[in-house]
């Protein structure tokens, strides 16, 4: 074998950057890849929703993720319409009347959507069905089949 040859692997996944804003258990992106705007929210509300800027919607660059590459194909699945072409993930919220509530809903919702992003789905495992169902199943067939075959012969006018 000759020394010089490199083996072939897969190059690593980056490391986290130090600092930046903890998404996940494990995910962590520079500050300036999330972009924060407070909009006017829509639908009724008087006076409050007329003069304050309570929804919020929060941008994410998804390229700063250090994930892998599985987990990211299956972001963008999960994540659907709410990630733009140019791999930024945009999510609302405007349920609650203040600013900070949203906020904190638009990173608890980009939270739950990386963790079921990072979490792989468990292989479905074929079962055969048992004898006894499979018997079952063939006898009630057969029953039915009997209540089929009854129905059918003339009519009796008395």
Known sequence: MNRDAQPSRVPPTPAPPLGGIEL??????PENAVDLAAVRSSGPGGQNVNKV?????????????????W???????LAGRRLTDDGVLCIAAD???????NRSECFERLRMLL??????PK??????PTKSSQRRRMDEKSRRGQVKKGRSGGGHDD
């Open 24 to 29: 996940a258990p494990g995910v962590t992106v």
């Open 53 to 69: 800027s309570t929804k919020v919607e929060l941008r994410l660059d998804t390229s700063a993720l250090h994930i892998p590459a």
């Open 71 to 77: 987990a990211r194909e299956r972001l963008a699945v």
């Open 95 to 101: 349920e609650h009347r203040s600013q900070s509530r």
């Open 115 to 120: 963790l079921e992003a990072m979490t792989r």
């Open 123 to 128: 292989k479905r495992v074929k079962t055969k």
